[in-house]
């Protein structure tokens, strides 16, 4: 329930629409105006902020517990892996599932504002117009969407705007035949008892990308994941890759919804 969160935290709320201010949670400070405006005006109030110390705590981490993905044949991993060899610096869009969490272990990337995922907030469907508005809002720029099956099915109507708009993005799709989060925790705590969330082999979505009008490529096999992206990259297309992943490989560590940081799988 909202009134268990942060009950004591003092609230800002920002809206254009002065009939949301309050409207679930009562707000300490309400704002009503354009939310860029206002959160420019309060990010000049804020100090600077300094994170070298959480920043170095953060690499004894990873150094005591390095990654273990699989970085042979058709896994995220291994994709990713290659993929950060052929493209230099893009900006890297990510869905939500767990192609999000692999991105975030093994894609590193330097440049400010160049990662673009929806954390937290479980917005399936976000990526493919996201990967759109990024691309139309730095042209210049390769940009690459890291998308699941699943995901991929509620917005991939959106490469048919892609494609009429001449938009060009890359995407990725990590295919592993099910919703690979919701799998898992069915897995962890439902005594593997799946529901609604493993899928057959029914989609052929490098068809469905072709008729849209963008490029469609399928991969399943560690041979052709190097041309295939290649392939792609060199087009000046939308295109739409599906990897047919050869596990649907869980990953760590897990936080159940509603639970602390205390309670990881």
């Not at 082999?201 to 295939?228: C, K, Q």
Request: with cysteine; proline share 6%; hydrophobic share 45%.
């Amino acid at each position: 329930p909202l009134d268990s969160f942060a009950p004591k935290a003092q609230i800002i709320h920002i809206d254009i629409d002065p009939a949301e201010i309050s409207k679930n949670v009562p707000a300490y400070l309400p704002i009503v105006g354009d939310a860029k405006n206002a959160l420019k005006q309060l990010a000049d109030l804020l100090p600077k902020a300094e994170h070298a110390e959480w920043i170095a705590y953060l690499g004894e981490v990873a150094e005591a517990h390095p990654l273990k993905g699989k970085m042979q044949g058709v896994t995220t991993p291994n994709i990713l892996r290659i993929l950060k060899k052929l493209v230099e610096d893009p900006i890297l869009v990510t869905d939500v599932g767990r192609h999000q969490m692999y991105a975030a272990h093994y894609f590193p990337v330097e440049p400010n504002r160049s990662f673009i995922t929806s954390g937290g907030l479980g917005t399936m469907g976000f990526s493919v117009p996201a990967a759109i508005g990024a691309k139309r809002g730095v042209p210049d720029k390769t940009v690459v969407d890291i998308v699941g099956d699943g995901s991929f099915m509620m917005t991939c109507q959106e490469i048919a705007t892609a494609v009429e708009e001449n938009i060009t993005v890359l995407i990725l799709i990590m295919n592993d035949y099910c919703l690979g989060m919701i799998s898992q925790l069915q897995d962890s705590f439902y005594g593997k008892r799946h529901q609604a969330c493993r899928f057959g082999r029914n989609v052929d979505f490098a068809r469905l990308a072709e008729a849209m009008g963008a490029l469609g490529l399928t991969v399943s096999a560690d041979r052709e994941i190097v041309p295939a992206l290649e392939q792609a990259l060199a087009g000046n297309r939308t295109s739409v890759i599906d990897f047919r992943l050869e596990e649907a490989a869980n990953v760590y560590p897990m936080v159940t919804g509603a639970s602390l940081l205390d309670y990881v799988e």
